[in-house]
């Protein structure tokens, strides 16, 4: 975590990276990043180790305070897997989002763009 200025108001930004192994501990580890932004605007992006129908991601959508590509195409793909996300402030609107094809990593890198919006 860290925090920014983001047009006038500040915002927490997280890298995120959550358990792989057990879901139960991604859902703790989801639940932990959530408590820390309260209700402090905040960006979460990265690996979540989760795809959309997952307890973790739900558990995002469910707050009411993000918005983003839920839905995302595949971002995991040696086992077909969305698991990379990005997630703003509910207010911003999504102007782009896409995902990158490439061997540099075992993930895909994700391209999104936002309008911010307070």
Not at 17 to 33: G, P, R, V, W
Not at 70 to 91: A, C, G, H, Q, R
Request: hydrophobic share 40%; aromatic share 12%; glycine share 4%.
């Amino acid at each position: 975590w860290c925090a920014a200025q983001i047009a006038g108001k500040r915002v927490l930004l997280c890298s995120v990276h959550t358990d792989s192994f057990k879901i139960k501990n991604n859902h703790t580890q989801t639940q932990a990043l959530l408590a820390f932004a309260g209700n402090t605007p905040a960006i979460m992006a990265g690996d979540f180790n989760a795809n959309p129908a997952e307890s973790s991601i739900k558990l995002i959508r469910e707050t009411g305070q993000f918005t983003g590509v839920f839905d995302s195409p595949v971002t995991f793909p040696s086992k077909n897997e969305t698991l990379d996300y990005i997630f703003v402030p509910k207010s911003w609107k999504q102007i782009e989002h896409r995902i990158i094809e490439s061997n540099v990593s075992d993930h895909y890198p994700i391209v999104a763009r936002f309008e911010v919006r307070w």
